[in-house]
């Protein structure tokens, strides 16, 4: 099990840029699959992007392609979202989401340890 911190969010504008960072604690976090989720008010929690354990392989969802980059610091047990060009439908709650069993990465259920989030705000 692996204990998942988010931080970064705040309150940008249209057009800004921001990184989000999700620290890991406890074991084998090098050998998790890592993902961002994010969750508007009164919506379901979308898959946003995906990294495979040695950083090797991502993907994105169509609405980010371009504009967001995952990456990862297996040495320092650490997952980033960098988020530019952002825009107002940007804005919700993100989530870093580790999974071990190889289920499909863009299924919220398959993760086994989420962290509690971090609220990005984009103003028009």
């Known amino acids: 099990q692996v204990h998942l911190v988010e931080s970064g969010g705040g309150l940008v504008q249209a057009g800004g840029s921001l990184r989000l960072s999700c620290a890991a604690s406890?074991?084998?976090?090098?050998?998790?699959?890592m993902s961002w989720f994010r969750q508007a008010p009164g919506k379901e929690r979308d898959f946003v992007a995906t990294?495979?354990?040695?950083?090797?392989?991502?993907f994105y969802a169509d609405s980010v392609k371009g504009r967001f980059t995952i990456s990862r610091d297996n040495a320092r047990n650490t997952l980033y979202l960098q988020m530019n060009n952002l825009r107002p439908e940007d804005t919700a709650v993100y989530y870093c989401?580790?999974?071990?069993?190889?289920?499909?990465?863009?299924?919220?259920?398959?993760?086994?340890?989420w962290g509690q989030g971090t609220q990005v705000t984009v103003s028009a």
């Open positions: 989401g580790a999974e071990y069993g190889g289920g499909a990465p863009v299924d919220s259920s398959v993760y086994d340890s």
């Open positions: 406890g074991s084998h976090f090098g050998s998790f699959r």
């Open positions: 990294i495979n354990w040695n950083g090797e392989s991502t």
